[in-house]
């Protein structure tokens, strides 16, 4: 239970908070929400129910947060239609005796409820600048954003005796902020090279083309919280001197999309933008178009396709204009920064690597979701503390960070901290965040396989190396997969990845090599065993695997139920037997099995 | 693989000593009738002197009530019977043992006994016990028919497992059982309680009137008495045949008893449970099942007739099981 | 000790003790017919004779004799039928036993399978639907909304994809009439981005995750499983009915939720192959 902050609700009224962003619809907030509204009507008008958006604790998904009336606050998580029920007959209080006596019947003997404590493991070690306000307003209205000191930072900026732009550059260059996009540029430095510029136009662009697999920070902060973003993108706007700003979501963020848009039609109601024009362009399905020359192509209309650079965008950019492209949680620490002071953001995090980072926790943990953690916690920290430690008591084997461009980080390098610096040492890098938790029955050669498949296939074809490259990588690895591996595969794996990293224009083709290159740096006997031995250590490459039935099957039949394709005859009490010729190992009959007697050699 | 039910192996122990006992109550039942002193009740018939001749009146030999202590015996036995269903159905699981027990009581309670008294008839005597006040039911037969339910109240039907005569003579014929399919099954079930209610309202009627269904229209008694009416015997014959390939027609549908027992076995708190045990659920009890007494993976009290056959199906814990493991209890009774 | 012996032996046990349970049947019954067809004759008979002897007494003796006669019958149809239906018994308990082995040599059926989740949807209604007539004013409002300059590309194909959910060519035909747009750049944009398709869809798109938390989480499974429900041919994307595409998309952003599928605009999480088939139910 924690106390409320004067957030400037109504204090009369219990308030019930359900999580509507994408995770939340998807686990089914809808009929929760619908619940909650019914009860609400029946109580009189004695409980508010307000839809917010996520708060990150993605694993617990439908979140219900009740805030009594002084101020007492309680997370429900799991809720289903039922359990709002029952959340909305221990909270509101309605104002007619008969509902409130049906109420009570209804209630009695229904089991009590218990305090959780891994929320609070999950929430104890994060430090919340960027998602402050996610989960507990409602991202479609901006009365709520403006009680949290909404707009604060943008009127600092535009008042009289305000702060000029070159303070407010000042002031973000002193906090350390690097860009959050992944490539970790300083900040500052960025908005001071755009101010620097002598053009009349310039333009600001929020990159929210947010293409990682496995990351989903940008996508939580526009949906929950789009008037912060809106907020940083102004004050940049107001440090370089735009008056024109695009925020370039991707199309498969529809809600995103949706709130970013109402939030700008509302601040222009209340003219905080005051000149400046923002828009929303939506892409359209390309990861390249994440690098901020190929953004400024799509901007154009025309293919993404990265340019050379220099000239750098904050130079020649948009419509050969100076753009300063920043990503969406870079501008979402920005009012934070200029409210509370640079010094506040350069107190956390390391040396290099200052303030906090949001990380997509995802993959085999137990509480998967999104987090914000000040810079230099370690992995293990991540993966165990917060994360809670691997899902089915499995071993903890790697995490991959930064996606298609990162690498992975074994177990043993576990105490790592979480630094742009640190990170580079081991070969992977920070990336947007998206941070995926392997276990042992993970396959490093798979995971490679899959990145470079990835990037394979969003490779924009300018360069040779890249395009030509990243395709015979691919082949050795599926060969590899498949068992079908040459001995001199792995060096010239290692040599094409040198070749795709140098001869690559953009970043997409110069990070290529890395899953691979971490892969055969720290997993390499997993390699050895696919090529010379024709054997997947993790069980998971289904050329290499049989799945055969043990000696504890007790013949229940469940495993021949389950199979899709028949290879299992259907013989009660007797052993089963899988017909390998039939077997697609999609692994059902195993997990169907309550004996453990299927296994996977 | 043996599953079949067979007397041999070890049902030996109880039939020796089943077998003995119906002999010896045998010998003491074949002992000859008493004479009792005859005074004729009516002055118009004729008297001996005037038949003349010589006339005697021959010795009235009336059978005599079975012995008292033999009544209570069967009370005793029937208490005994439910209490090794019980164990045998829930604590050892064994399909041999209860053949055997089922095999016993019909020979017992069924053939020995000839069906008379049996817990189905008696509540149309308690029902004349509370309707008639010149009627004084004797305490064995209220015992008779309080039993089962006492034992209903806490274990489900147990009666209904191995020791009802009528129930064992149709659990023999089992042989290929279909499942029927459940709105039929709900719907056929109404009808035992309509019988039920026909029972009461014709023992309720005054003493010349009264007439026992149960007993008169009972399709098993006339192969119990090797011989009734012969459309008795002929529906009963069609019952068992029927119950070849629908599980205990009778026990199902049509025992007013049962729809009692029924009432009882909702409030069991022990009986027989299907354990939600790591959702093995592969279906294999519900298929072996012939009384459609486990909807969705869960046994259902109240129709369960104690068989033991989903005990004996389980491919963890019965006679089939590969695996020593046994079922693992979880929090208590399952919903009926 | 199976084989072919206990088969034979049941069936030839079980057909005896049949044959027996007949006879006896039959025997019951007709001692029952005769006897009843007897009953009233004899009864008459001896009723006529207790008459007789109350006016003449010397006709006692043969009132006694058909008394027993009749007395004596019925007893013996009693004891006869006591001895047949014990046979019956046995013969009917040797039946039950034999037949019983006979079952047990068959198999218990097959528990009923889900098949329903293995059907593939629609199968039965293979007609493919015929691509309608399309009506191209829509791109005309688009333009004037949206723009002519070459900047307003992405935007304009979108809006034709959402709206005739795919780019038909006569579109992109008209789009370059009405803009600034040349057929070239046309081709060039809309072959470069993942999300334009330029051949006709299925009534539903269904998407797979295929993000990295998707992945490790099974989506391979996922992806083959509802290929082979929907009855997919290799290399295609679309089923035979046309109602449903399949599509394999980066990543969903509900990475806590692996596998994710979504179907049009409504996500589904924590897939098993088993579950996905149930979430394209969904749209049905």
Not at chain 1, 414 to 425: F, G, H, N, S, V
Not at chain 2, 138 to 148: K, N, R, W, Y
Not at chain 3, 37 to 54: C, H, N, S, W
């Amino acid at each position: 239970m924690r106390r409320a902050e004067g957030d400037g609700v109504k204090r009369n009224v219990v308030e019930i908070r359900v999580g509507l962003g994408s995770c939340g619809v998807a686990s089914g907030a809808e009929p929760v929400r619908d619940t909650l509204e019914r009860a609400a009507k029946e109580a009189g008008a004695n409980g508010v129910v307000k839809t917010v958006g996520c708060n990150g604790m993605c694993h617990r998904e439908p979140l219900v947060e009740v805030v009594e009336p002084d101020g007492h606050m309680a997370l429900y998580g799991n809720v289903t239609a039922e359990t709002a029920r029952r959340i909305a007959r221990r909270h509101m209080c309605p104002s007619r005796i008969s509902t409130w006596v049906r109420w009570k019947a209804g209630s009695l003997g229904e089991p009590l409820a218990h305090v959780d404590r891994t929320a609070a493991g999950y929430l104890a070690k994060q430090k919340r600048i960027v998602l402050e306000n996610c989960g507990e307003i409602d991202p479609l209205n901006i009365g709520d954003y403006l009680a949290r000191d909404g707009y604060r930072a943008l009127a600092m900026c535009l008042e009289e005796n305000g702060l000029s732009p070159d303070q407010v550059i000042a002031a973000i260059s002193d906090s350390g902020l690097r860009g959050r996009g992944g490539a970790g540029f300083p900040t500052g430095r960025k908005w001071a090279l755009g101010r620097a510029q002598s053009n009349d136009v310039k333009y600001v662009v929020c990159n929210g083309d947010e293409g990682d697999p496995g990351a989903f920070m940008d996508r939580l902060v526009l949906e929950s919280d789009p008037h912060r973003v809106l907020e940083g993108l102004a004050i940049a706007a107001y440090a370089i001197g735009a008056a024109e700003g695009y925020l370039y979501i991707r199309a498969e963020y529809p809600l995103a999309v949706r709130h970013t848009r109402a939030a700008i039609r509302q601040a222009e109601e209340r003219g905080y933008l005051g000149r400046l024009r923002l828009e929303v362009r939506e892409g359209a399905g390309a990861f390249v178009c994440g690098e901020e020359t190929a953004l400024i192509q799509s901007l154009e209309g025309k293919r993404g396709m990265p340019k050379l650079r220099p000239p750098y965008p904050v130079e020649r950019g948009f419509r050969g204009r100076p753009t300063v492209i920043n990503n969406v949680e870079t501008l979402a620490a920005v009012p934070w920064i200029v409210r509370h002071g640079a010094g506040a953001f350069a107190a956390l995090g390391t040396k290099n690597s200052r303030g906090t980072k949001v990380f997509a926790l995802a993959g085999k943990i137990n509480r998967g979701g999104l987090i914000e953690v000040p810079m230099g916690i370690t992995v293990r920290e991540v993966v165990e503390d917060i994360g809670g430690g691997i899902r089915n008591g499995r071993q903890f084997k790697a995490v991959q960070l930064g996606g298609p461009s990162g690498g992975c980080i074994p177990a043993r390098l576990a105490d790592t901290p979480i630094d742009y610096d640190a990170l580079a040492q081991t070969g992977a890098i920070m990336g947007s965040g998206g941070l995926v938790v392997l276990d042992d029955r993970d396959c490093m050669v798979d995971i490679a396989r899959f990145f470079l498949k990835f990037t394979q296939a969003e490779s924009c074809g300018k360069c040779t190396f890249c395009r030509i490259g990243t395709k015979r990588m691919l082949e050795i690895l599926e060969r590899l997969c498949e068992g079908k591996g040459r001995p001199d595969d792995l060096e010239k794996l290692e040599k094409l990845a040198d070749y795709v990293g140098r001869g690559s224009l953009c970043g997409l083709g110069q990070t290529a090599p890395n899953p691979v290159l971490t892969t055969l740096r720290y997993f390499r006997e997993e390699y050895e065993a696919h090529l010379h031995e024709r054997r997947c250590p993790a069980g998971r490459c289904p050329a290499l695997i049989r799945y055969r039935v043990t000696d504890n099957c007790i013949g229940c039949t469940l495993c021949a139920q389950a199979c899709p394709v028949g290879a299992i005859a259907w013989r009660p009490y007797e052993k089963h037997e899988v017909d390998d010729r039939l077997c697609t190992r999609c692994d059902m009959c195993r997990q169907a099995c309550q004996d453990d007697a299927i296994e996977v050699l | 693989m043996n599953g079949a039910p067979q007397i041999g192996g070890r049902a030996w122990p109880l039939a020796a000593i089943l077998v003995p006992l119906i002999l010896a109550l045998g010998a003491v039942r074949s002992a000859p009738a008493q004479a009792i002193p005859y005074q004729r009740p009516v002055e118009t018939a004729p008297q001996p002197d005037a038949i003349g001749g010589g006339y005697k009146v021959p010795p009235v030999q009336k059978p005599l009530p079975r012995d008292y202590w033999l009544q209570v015996l069967d009370v005793v036995a029937l208490a005994a019977a439910m209490g090794v269903s019980v164990w045998l159905v829930l604590r050892r699981r064994n399909r041999k043992w209860l053949m055997a027990l089922t095999i016993g009581s019909l020979a017992y309670f069924g053939f020995y006994r000839q069906g008379c008294i049996c817990p189905i008839g008696s509540l149309q005597n308690v029902v004349v016990g509370l309707a008639d006040p010149r009627y004084s039911i004797p305490i064995v037969v209220t015992a008779t028919f309080f039993l089962p339910l006492a034992v209903a109240l806490f274990y489900g039907r147990a009666f209904c497992g191995g020791v009802c005569a009528l129930g064992a003579i149709q659990e023999l014929v089992v042989l290929k059982p279909v499942q029927v399919p459940r709105r039929l099954d709900r719907a056929l079930g109404l009808l035992k309680y309509v019988y039920l209610g026909l029972a009461v309202l014709f023992a309720v009627k005054p003493a010349l009137a009264r007439d026992f269904l149960i007993c008169r229209f009972d399709p098993f008694v006339g192969f119990f008495r090797r011989t009734g009416a012969p459309h008795m015997l002929m529906i009963g014959g069609a019952f068992l045949v029927a119950g070849m390939f629908v599980g205990r027609p009778y026990c199902r549908y049509l025992c007013p008893y049962g729809g009692l027992l029924t009432w009882c076995a909702r409030l069991a708190r022990r009986g027989v449970t299907i354990t939600p045990d790591k959702e093995l659920d592969c279906g294999l009890c519900a298929e072996a099942c012939p009384y459609g007494a486990i909807e969705e993976m869960r046994a259902v009290r109240r129709k369960c007739l104690y068989c033991a056959r989903c005990y004996s199906a389980c491919p963890r814990d019965g006679e089939r099981a590969h695996a020593k493991t046994e079922l693992i209890r979880l929090s208590g009774a399952a919903p009926s | 000790m199976t084989g072919e012996k206990q088969p034979s032996m049941a069936r030839i046990g079980s057909l005896i003790a049949a044959a027996f349970i007949a006879l006896c049947v039959v025997i019951l019954f007709t001692d029952y017919v005769v006897a009843s067809r007897r009953a009233p004759g004899d009864d008459k008979i001896v009723k006529d004779l207790q008459e007789q002897t109350k006016a003449d007494a010397s006709l006692a003796p043969k009132l006694a004799a058909e008394q027993k006669r009749v007395t004596g019958a019925r007893l013996a149809r009693k004891t006869r039928d006591n001895a047949v239906a014990w046979v019956l018994i046995a013969a009917a308990a040797a039946f039950l036993v034999f037949s019983k082995r006979l079952v047990r040599q068959e198999k218990p059926p097959a528990p009923a399978r889900q098949d329903a989740a293995h059907a593939p949807a629609g199968a039965s209604v293979v007609v493919p639907a015929a691509i309608p007539e399309l009506d191209f004013s829509f791109v005309d409002r688009m333009v004037s909304e949206i723009g002519r300059s070459k900047e307003a590309a992405i935007p304009l194909l979108q809006a034709i994809q959402i709206h005739y959910r795919y780019l038909p060519d006569e579109a992109l035909r008209r789009l370059c009439d009405l803009t600034e747009i040349t057929p070239a750049e046309i081709a060039g944009t809309s072959s470069f981005y993942g999300q334009f398709r330029r051949s006709p869809v299925g009534r539903h798109i269904v998407r797979v995750c295929h993000g990295t938390a998707c992945h490790v989480s099974g989506a391979r499974q996922i992806t083959e499983e509802l290929r082979r429900h929907l009855a997919i041919p290799d290399g295609e994307d679309t089923d035979a009915a046309r109602l449903f595409t399949l599509d394999e998309v980066a990543c969903l952003g509900c990475c806590s939720l692996a596998p994710v599928l979504m179907v049009d605009d409504h996500t589904a999480g924590k897939l098993t192959p088993a579950t996905a088939c149930d979430a394209l139910k969904v749209t049905a």
